[in-house]
T-cell receptor, first 114, second 115 residues
Framework: EPEVTQTPSHQVTQMGQEVILRCVPI?????FYWYRQILGQKVEFLVS????????KSEIFDDQFSVERPDGSNFTLKIRSTKLEDSAMYFC????????????FGSGTRLTVV | KQEVTQIPAALSVPEGENLVLNCSFT??????LQWFRQDPGKGLTSLLL?????REQTSGRLNASLDKSSGRSTLYIAASQPGDSATYLC??????????????FGEGTQLTVNP
């Protein structure tokens, strides 16, 4: 079964530091997403990405966040200057089609900002 | 704005019981609804995907139904096992969002199946 792979599984960073979370989506998927889940809260949408550009973003995804597909396989989420409230589990997901296809999620990166 | 609610928040049952988890959503304009399983500290595993034109989907001991007009979905788990213990999330893909690409999640139902 194809998987979405995320690295690292856990990252601890100092407040104000930049972090890059990495994801390898399923190879024949065209649509890529980042979601986050703060401990004890709902899973929240951050951003969707298609054809090398952002197709939709939430109000959470402000100028501190950016996404990139630097090569044919990786998809990254960068947080420029981390805050304590950025501590959460970050999930990458991909789908083959835009609207009717199901999502495949990765196992997540737990980000802890201290 | 689409809101998704799951009831109950937590459920504890003895092994072997059949059980039903509920999901409701406020806006019936959806492309599809997906049920996920989440183990503690882990990612989301897709269980079932129901398109808006479908009434139900089945996979093994799992059956999910969708009543779009009333804004409800149920996940039925037959003959529950301790390995089914996890949090179950439902998520809808709204039709009325700008591009329809985002999922809106419920809070989840935490299921414990006791041996």
């Amino acid at each position: 079964e194809p998987e979405v792979t995320q690295t690292p599984s856990h990252q601890v960073t100092q407040m104000g530091q930049e972090v890059i979370l990495r994801c390898v989506p399923i190879s024949n998927h065209l649509y890529f997403y980042w979601y986050r889940q703060i401990l004890g809260q709902k899973v929240e949408f951050l951003v969707s990405f298609y054809n090398n550009e952002i197709s939709e973003k939430s109000e959470i995804f402000d100028d501190q966040f950016s996404v990139e597909r630097p090569d044919g396989s990786n998809f990254t989420l960068k947080i420029r200057s981390t805050k304590l409230e950025d501590s959460a589990m970050y999930f990458c997901a991909s789908s083959r089609t835009a609207l009717k296809g199901g999502y495949t999620f990765g196992s997540g990166t737990r980000l802890t900002v201290v | 704005k689409q809101e998704v609610t799951q009831i109950p928040a937590a459920l504890s049952v003895p092994e072997g019981e059949n059980l039903v988890l509920n999901c409701s959503f406020t806006d019936s304009a959806i492309y599809n609804l997906q049920w996920f399983r989440q183990d503690p500290g882990k990612g989301l595993t897709s269980l079932l995907l129901i398109q808006s034109s479908q009434r139900e989907q089945t996979s093994g001991r799992l059956n999910a139904s969708l009543d779009k007009s009333s804004g409800r979905s149920t996940l039925y788990i037959a003959a529950s096992q301790p390995g089914d213990s996890a949090t179950y999330l439902c998520a809808v893909r709204p039709r009325r969002e700008t591009s329809g690409s985002r999922l809106t999640f419920g809070e989840g139902t935490q299921l414990t199946v006791n041996p």
